[in-house]
Structure formats: C-alpha cells, structure tokens
C-alpha cells in the first residue's frame, strides 16, 4: 500500500449500508487512535463506541438540523465519540507552556485521523463531525466535566462515496526556505 494514494482516496462518507460493524473492528480502530502521537506522550484522549440505535439518535439530536452528517450519525452502524482529558496536553506541572496553550484539541485530531484512514484500510467510510452541541452529548452519553467532548464519528460500509472536494496546489501553501 502507498501510503500517501490511500490518504489521497479517503472521502468523508455520510451514507452507510445497513450492517453490524463488530467488536474486533471496534478494537482495531481504537488500536490504531492509541498508537498516535500525542504532546508528551499524554494520551488524553478516551472513546466511546455507540451501537445501539437509541444512543445513535439522541446524538444526532446534538447536530444542526442543516448538518450534513446528521443522518450519518443515525444511521450509520457505528459512532465513535472522541473526548480528551483536560489540563495535560501540553501542560508541564498544571502551566500551559506554549502560546496555544491546551493541545487536546491536536492530539485528539491526530487519534482521529488514525481512526478515519484505519477505517478506510479495512473498508469502512466515515466523517469526521465537529458542529454539535457538546452539551447534549455530554449529558447524554454521560461525559465526566473533566472531559471536552472533541468530535462524532460514524463508521460502516460506504453506501455512496462522493467525489473529491477540490484541494489547494502545493504552491498555494508551501513557502520554501521563508514565508
Ligand atoms: C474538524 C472537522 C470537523 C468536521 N465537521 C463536519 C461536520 O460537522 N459535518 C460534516 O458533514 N462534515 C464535517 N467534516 C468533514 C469535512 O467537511 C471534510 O473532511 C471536507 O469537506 C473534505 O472532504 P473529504 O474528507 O472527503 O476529503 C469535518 C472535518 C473536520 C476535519
């Protein structure tokens, strides 16, 4: 596999096949999120699979009615949540010590994407969803206040995968030697 083709075919899918994804599937896409690096090797991200159509539905409910993936966090067979711990990621003794001070946000993208192109490997669509109302997810899917709830993502067979979205030209981004 040529990594960097695979990357280039990854499409965020918002339409599933009917289907179960099972639990060994479930372990190797939080397998391949705890292999990512994070600040200090932190780890401050932790998960939760929702399979059952009851918890799916009131997390859709935490979408915008005009929200793309709203019926792909419904329907599809599998929604992984992504929260992080606050406070450590990049933190030294309780300080921040960089200007962007909290990098949960970061690492948790990282796990993420670990998560997506695992997806992908093994046949699975999914989408990154990060417009929701983390208030209504955290209440209820029972969050602790010491977690950010980061992102949704659904997961299951492709049913319809879209076209690329177009990407900037390398020369639109990289600035060689100086900005
Ligand atoms: C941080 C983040 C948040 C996103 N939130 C949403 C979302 O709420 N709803 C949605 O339909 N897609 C969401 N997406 C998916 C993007 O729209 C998608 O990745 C982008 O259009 C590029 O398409 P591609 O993933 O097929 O290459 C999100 C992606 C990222 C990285």
Redesign the pocket.
Known sequence: MELLKEIEK???I?AFEDGDISDEEVQALIDAARFAPSWANTQCWEFIAVKDAEGKKKLAEA?PPK???RN?VECAPLDIIVCGKKGISGAKKGEYVTELGEWLLFDC?IA?QNICLQAYSMGLGS??????DSGKVREAMGVPPELEVV?LIPIGKPKKV?D??KRKEIDEILHREKF
């Open positions: 990854r499409r965020s918002r979408l929200n793309p993936a792909a993208g993420t989408v990154i969803v990060g417009y929701f992102c879209p690329a979205p």
